[in-house]
């Protein structure tokens, strides 16, 4: 292994209490992994050693040797007993900290008596687990599948005007969830591709849908830094000119109104409306309804969940709040609605829109085709009113 080669070595992971992976380079051999002294890669955490173990190069190869450690080194979850040969795409648990093996890095070093702590196999953490090149395989390969969560109308009787566009992985090596997907992406800069890939693969198939649906799609904030989104859109505008679309921006993100602006304007010229997602998780943006209005608001779980045992000033307060946005003639969506006093609540409040388990799961386009057929309904007119009202 060449000099070029061992800089683009690196490990990356999460440390204890930090939200965002840190990457470490490996620039030099013997590579060491500890809590405190002269080591390369400095994890200031009390149940990882002082010196933990190394890694260090062998007939061009990487090797990890453990400096017999307190709480143990284990390499995709199997505990390191003699020195162990690693590879690209490698997991590597220093105790519970856990990092995988890649290449191309940044470094970024930090500064207690070693606790003990439990380290069974079973108590590792998992969110890297399957690894980059497994994820860059399900994306080459685009192994998802779309699923689709129905939008109702909550006028006089209850109608599906569209589907939220969710999504599985279906490989092997790695979880289903979305959620897990985006978490092994995010580790290994690849969040953007595989939203991408959600979105088109869910776009392509959404045709099949009964009913002529709206298409609410999910955006990720590492697009939304460039004009990939654009595009994507703008290709699945050519292949599907007459599918009623609409981009979900999640309320986090929408910070910046001249950005937001310019988003808004494209997606109009491309006849696709905008919702602000997940309104209430955290800051709320009010300033940005105003000045960059979206079509939808979808009002967070986390306002909607016993919605029907608040206490009065809180559902007078999401009723004011209701009342105003539908005033800015922006429709308001109640996401993770579970029983159906939540939904009357949210009925007599004032929302014009809801989804949630209580109207239905996510599910294949085939589950919804056969729900069709099973019980068809006379839904494309009202279909067809939402989505002018709305474009």
Same mark, same amino acid.
């Given at each position: 292994?060449?000099?070029?080669?061992?800089?683009?070595?690196?490990?990356?992971?999460?440390?204890?209490?930090?939200?965002v992976p840190r990457r470490f380079d490996i620039k030099s051999f013997p590579f060491r992994i500890g809590r405190d002294g002269d080591v390369d890669a400095l994890l200031p955490i009390t149940h990882v050693s002082k010196l933990h173990a190394e890694i260090y190069q062998k007939d061009g190869e990487l090797w990890l040797h453990d400096h017999a450690s307190s709480n143990g080194t284990f390499v995709n979850r199997n505990?390191?007993? %003699?020195?162990?040969?690693?590879?690209?795409?490698?997991?590597?648990?220093?105790?519970?900290?856990?990092?995988?093996? $890649?290449? *191309? *890095?940044?470094?970024?070093?930090?500064h207690l008596q070693t606790v003990l702590v439990p380290t069974s196999t079973a108590s590792l953490p998992s969110r890297l687990v399957g690894g980059a090149? %497994?994820?860059?395989?399900?994306?080459?390969?685009?192994?998802?599948?779309? /699923? /689709?969560?129905?939008?109702? =109308?909550?006028?006089?009787?209850?109608?599906?005007? $569209?589907?939220? +566009?969710?999504?599985?992985?279906?490989?092997?090596?790695?979880?289903?969830?979305?959620?897990?997907? !985006?978490?092994?992406?995010?580790?290994?800069g690849l969040e953007a591709a595989l939203s991408r890939l959600f979105r088109r693969v869910g776009i392509d198939a959404a045709p099949q849908l009964p009913g002529s649906p709206r298409l609410f799609v999910n955006s990720h904030p590492a697009e939304l830094v460039s004009e990939d989104i654009l595009a994507t859109f703008r290709q699945a505008r050519e292949r599907l000119p007459d599918l009623a679309l609409t981009l979900e921006v999640h309320e986090g993100t929408v910070n910046d109104a001249a950005s937001m602006r310019e988003l808004r304007s494209a997606l109009t010229d491309l006849d696709i409306g905008l919702a602000y997602d997940d309104f209430g998780?955290?800051?709320?943006? +009010?300033?940005?309804?105003?000045?960059?209005?979206?079509? /939808?608001?979808?009002?967070?779980?986390?306002?909607?969940?016993?919605?029907?045992?608040?206490?009065?000033?809180?559902?007078?307060?999401?009723?004011?709040?209701?009342?105003?946005?539908?005033?800015?003639?922006? *429709? =308001?969506?109640?996401?993770?609605?579970?029983?159906?006093?939540?939904?009357?609540? =949210?009925?007599?409040?004032?929302?014009? !829109?809801?989804?949630? /388990?209580l109207l239905g799961r996510p599910a294949p386009v085939e589950s919804w085709r056969e729900a069709a057929r099973a019980q068809p309904p006379d839904n494309d007119a009202s279909t067809r009113a939402v989505n002018a009202k709305r474009a």
């Amino acid at each position: 292994m060449d000099q070029e080669d061992d800089a683009s070595w690196f490990l990356e992971g999460y440390i204890e209490g930090e939200r965002v992976p840190r990457r470490f380079d490996i620039k030099s051999f013997p590579f060491r992994i500890g809590r405190d002294g002269d080591v390369d890669a400095l994890l200031p955490i009390t149940h990882v050693s002082k010196l933990h173990a190394e890694i260090y190069q062998k007939d061009g190869e990487l090797w990890l040797h453990d400096h017999a450690s307190s709480n143990g080194t284990f390499v995709n979850r199997n505990r390191v007993s %003699a020195d162990v040969r690693l590879g690209e795409g490698d997991i590597v648990h220093f105790s519970t900290s856990e990092f995988v093996l $890649g290449r *191309a *890095a940044l470094a970024t070093p930090e500064h207690l008596q070693t606790v003990l702590v439990p380290t069974s196999t079973a108590s590792l953490p998992s969110r890297l687990v399957g690894g980059a090149p %497994a994820l860059r395989e399900l994306i080459g390969e685009q192994r998802v599948a779309p /699923y /689709y969560q129905p939008i109702m =109308c909550l006028g006089p009787e209850t109608q599906t005007i $569209g589907f939220e +566009l969710l999504g599985r992985g279906t490989h092997e090596a790695l979880p289903q969830s979305p959620g897990e997907l !985006f978490r092994i992406a995010e580790s290994a800069g690849l969040e953007a591709a595989l939203s991408r890939l959600f979105r088109r693969v869910g776009i392509d198939a959404a045709p099949q849908l009964p009913g002529s649906p709206r298409l609410f799609v999910n955006s990720h904030p590492a697009e939304l830094v460039s004009e990939d989104i654009l595009a994507t859109f703008r290709q699945a505008r050519e292949r599907l000119p007459d599918l009623a679309l609409t981009l979900e921006v999640h309320e986090g993100t929408v910070n910046d109104a001249a950005s937001m602006r310019e988003l808004r304007s494209a997606l109009t010229d491309l006849d696709i409306g905008l919702a602000y997602d997940d309104f209430g998780a955290g800051q709320s943006r +009010l300033l940005e309804l105003v000045e960059v209005p979206p079509d /939808y608001l979808k009002f967070d779980i986390s306002l909607i969940r016993d919605l029907h045992l608040a206490p009065p000033a809180r559902q007078k307060m999401l009723q004011t709040l209701v009342s105003m946005v539908r005033d800015m003639e922006i *429709a =308001c969506l109640a996401e993770g609605i579970e029983r159906a006093e939540e939904l009357e609540a =949210c009925r007599a409040i004032g929302f014009e !829109f809801a989804q949630g /388990y209580l109207l239905g799961r996510p599910a294949p386009v085939e589950s919804w085709r056969e729900a069709a057929r099973a019980q068809p309904p006379d839904n494309d007119a009202s279909t067809r009113a939402v989505n002018a009202k709305r474009a």
